[in-house]
């Protein structure tokens, strides 16, 4: 099981998304949501898709976009943590990533195939992992990060959107 991890590896930027994950298996948690998120999304209609709560918000859509487009940042991250390249890895502005893509012309429909193409890759990923990749170290943004760190962040990630959808656009 990969435990969660010590505050020392992941910056504190990270720690809104990991103090999100609860105790227990994380790959049981990525795949639920899995499941959850494609249910949330599969109700909604275009239109539905198209809304955003504020001038200035991203879409529904949009937000959709932005978890599949971060975990696929994240899940390179592990992967180059994981497999022991120290190679410094860069920052992404997610605000230029949502800006550059054209979600509101995509149905609904291809943004959640979409989704579950990458947290089905994630998790094959994770199966070829063993325990002392996941504890090893490298530098993201800036930051020292573990590789188990990345995946409690995608997991808090998705977990902290779906929060906002139904708070904020009142999506359940």
Known sequence: MITKPQTTEYGEHFSTYVRLVPEGDIREMLTAQLQATTDLFANLSDEQGNFRYAEGK????????????????????LLTVARGDKTPLPGFD??????????????????????????????T????????????????????ISARALVHIIVGHELHHLNVLKEKYGIQ
């Open 58 to 77: 991203w879409t529904v859509k949009e937000v959709l976009g932005h978890i599949a487009d971060t975990e696929r940042v994240m899940a390179y991250r």
């Open 94 to 123: 997610e605000n230029v990533f949502v800006e550059g893509a054209n979600f509101a012309a995509m149905p609904m429909s291809e943004l959640i195939e979409d989704y579950q193409a990458v947290r089905r890759a994630t998790l």
């Open 125 to 144: 990923l994770l199966r070829g992992l063993t325990d002392e990749a996941l504890l090893r170290m490298g530098i993201s943004n800036q930051l020292t």
